[in-house]
T-cell receptor, first 113, second 111 residues
């Protein structure tokens, strides 16, 4: 049991809509990262938050945004959904000095129709 | 840019040893991590190498050669439950704290 939880588990949205995904970090972890995983691919880094500030971003457009709260929980927001946004969205928490060891939540499966 | 190469599929017999290779190209390198992901599950951390050499954790070992930009994961005494996808990952360009994953190797263990 990693302690990282995500909600919802599954979500179906229509192209052009907006979605918010949520994540609760493992106790003691101050860094949260979000990844997108397409079927048969490795997780792709979206962005990372540390102390409520964005601490690095992958190759994703600005319509992907996020927040980290004082209790280290986090949100991923995606605006103007596109069909290609259909994927598994993974949240991972870690301590800043051991960021190579990330603990992943079960993910949110997003389907855009 | 960054890239990691892994074999897409590997099949091995229960009880045997299997090696999953990973070669990488990255502008900044802090270390090589390995993750396991079962179908429908989340990736779980297996091991990390920051320095050259072998790290052993139970049945799993991981090796790194920084000069060759190469690493491997070694699984011994294979069990059916080891059937999963295995990913190598390196720290990304944006800093030491995010991970750039390869496309993964699907390991199938057969009786």
């Amino acid at each position: 049991e990693t302690g990282v939880t995500q909600s919802p588990t599954h979500l179906i949205k229509t192209r052009g809509q907006q979605v918010t995904l949520r994540c609760s970090s493992q106790s003691g972890h101050n860094t949260v990262s979000w990844y997108q995983q397409a079927l048969g691919q490795g997780p792709q880094f979206i962005f990372q938050y540390y102390r409520e500030e964005e601490n690095g971003r992958g190759n994703f457009p600005p319509r992907f945004s996020g927040l980290q709260f004082p209790n280290y929980s986090s949100e991923l927001n995606v605006n103007a959904l596109e069909l290609d946004d259909s994927a598994l969205y993974l949240c991972a928490s870690s301590s800043r000095d051991r960021a190579y060891e990330q603990y992943f939540g079960p993910g949110t499966r997003l389907t855009v129709t | 840019g960054q890239s990691l190469e892994q074999p897409s599929e590997v099949t091995a017999v229960e009880g045997a040893i299997v090696q999953i290779n990973c070669t990488y190209q990255t502008s900044g390198f802090y270390g090589l991590s390995w993750y396991q992901q079962h179908d429908g599950g989340a990736p779980t951390f297996l091991s990390y190498n920051a320095l050259d050499g072998l790290e052993e954790t139970g049945r799993f070992s991981s090796f790194l050669s920084r000069s060759d930009s190469y690493g491997y994961l070694l699984l011994q005494e294979l069990q059916m439950k080891d059937s999963a996808s295995y990913f190598c990952a390196v720290a990304g360009q944006t800093g030491a704290n995010n991970l750039f994953f390869g496309t993964g190797t699907r390991l199938t263990v057969i009786p």
